[in-house]
């Protein structure tokens, strides 16, 4: 069964926004027409409080994604322990349709950096992504996607292309795929390779989801800042993945200099109808 069949029930294939905590009060008032919400994992461990009955109001209405930031899957660190079982128990009081973490470490010796950080390209680094992978979906008893994060240097001893790595990851782990289409984009400009022969080489039946973000330039890099609109060619690019691919879940990410509600939901609503046009085309 594909990815795509898999989560059908759950998760639409319809476009979704990130809740974070400015949209709270005004979401659950409002209730705004939008098919799906992510959070993130981290800022819902809590299993009493306010934290939690806003997780408990918002479930009611709409379908929830969980997505991590801090379980530092790529580090060479043992696997947190405390964190996968804050992590499972947050999945099996919210029954998320998703549960997404990113191909990348953020801590190493216990000290963790506020990044996501990449890693080198190696057959090393495949076999131990792969094997921690296997490690997280055992613990917490399902099939996680894993997310392709954005750069801004390149390993001199990295001899895998990352679209080759990625989709090896998902062969060799059983787990998902969750396609930053920004981070293809802004990754393609910094190191100069082709975002479509990129998206190209991904496997469709491991695609489970799509992000969509904006970035901002500082003296020609392209930083995925996750603080503005997205972007044409990221529109563009989005856009040939639907036509290679057919409709997944697709998020728009708004992290920082967070817009207000309407406008987060206005770029979604750009998603939603490049959606809708593409099932209309592959009729």
């Given at each position: 069964?594909?990815?795509?069949?898999?989560?059908?029930?759950?998760?639409?294939?319809?476009?979704?926004?990130?809740?974070?905590?400015?949209?709270?009060?005004?979401?659950?008032?409002?209730?705004?027409?939008?098919?799906?919400?992510?959070?993130?994992?981290?800022?819902?461990?809590?299993?009493?409080?306010?934290?939690?009955?806003?997780?408990?109001?918002?479930?009611?209405?709409?379908?929830?994604?969980?997505?991590?930031?801090?379980?530092?899957?790529?580090?060479?660190?043992?696997?947190?322990?405390?964190?996968?079982?804050?992590?499972?128990?947050?999945?099996?009081?919210?029954?998320?349709?998703?549960?997404?973490?990113?191909?990348?470490?953020?801590?190493?010796?216990?000290?963790?950096?506020?990044?996501?950080l990449p890693l080198p390209y190696?057959?090393?680094?495949?076999?131990?992504?792969?094997?921690?992978?296997?490690?997280?979906?055992?613990?917490?008893?399902?099939?996680?996607?894993?997310?392709?994060?954005?750069?801004?240097?390149?390993?001199?001893?990295?001899?895998?292309?990352?679209?080759?790595?990625?989709?090896?990851?998902a062969e060799r782990s059983g787990?998902?795929?969750?396609?930053?289409?920004?981070?293809?984009?802004?990754?393609?400009?910094?190191?100069?390779?082709?975002?479509?022969?990129?998206?190209?080489?991904?496997?469709?039946?491991?695609?489970?989801?799509?992000?969509?973000?904006?970035?901002?330039?500082?003296?020609?890099?392209?930083?995925?800042?996750?603080?503005?609109?997205?972007?044409?060619?990221?529109?563009?690019?989005?856009?040939?993945?639907?036509?290679?691919?057919?409709?997944?879940?697709?998020?728009?990410?708004?992290?920082?200099?967070?817009?207000?509600?309407?406008?987060?939901?206005?770029?979604?609503?750009?998603?939603?109808?490049?959606?809708?046009?593409?099932?209309?085309?592959?009729?």
């Amino acid at each position: 069964m594909t990815i795509a069949a898999t989560i059908e029930g759950a998760i639409p294939a319809q476009a979704g926004i990130g809740l974070r905590t400015p949209h709270y009060h005004e979401l659950l008032n409002t209730q705004p027409e939008v098919a799906w919400l992510e959070v993130h994992s981290e800022n819902f461990f809590a299993s009493g409080g306010a934290i939690a009955q806003t997780m408990d109001q918002v479930r009611q209405d709409y379908p929830i994604s969980l997505h991590g930031v801090g379980l530092s899957i790529g580090s060479t660190d043992a696997l947190n322990c405390d964190h996968l079982s804050k992590l499972k128990d947050l999945i099996d009081r919210c029954d998320p349709g998703l549960v997404s973490e990113h191909l990348c470490w953020c801590s190493v010796g216990g000290r963790y950096a506020n990044d996501l950080l990449p890693l080198p390209y190696t057959e090393e680094a495949l076999q131990h992504m792969s094997a921690r992978i296997r490690q997280v979906q055992d613990f917490i008893g399902r099939q996680i996607l894993i997310e392709n994060v954005s750069s801004y240097l390149q390993f001199t001893h990295s001899v895998i292309p990352e679209w080759e790595f990625i989709s090896t990851v998902a062969e060799r782990s059983g787990c998902g795929l969750l396609v930053d289409i920004n981070n293809i984009y802004v990754n393609s400009v910094n190191h100069g390779f082709d975002a479509y022969r990129y998206l190209d080489a991904l496997p469709s039946s491991a695609i489970g989801e799509f992000h969509l973000a904006g970035f901002a330039i500082d003296n020609g890099c392209l930083i995925d800042t996750h603080g503005g609109p997205v972007s044409d060619p990221v529109w563009e690019l989005y856009s040939h993945a639907l036509r290679r691919f057919g409709n997944r879940p697709t998020l728009i990410e708004w992290d920082t200099d967070i817009p207000s509600l309407d406008t987060l939901l206005r770029e979604a609503d750009k998603a939603e109808r490049m959606l809708e046009r593409n099932v209309y085309d592959a009729a």
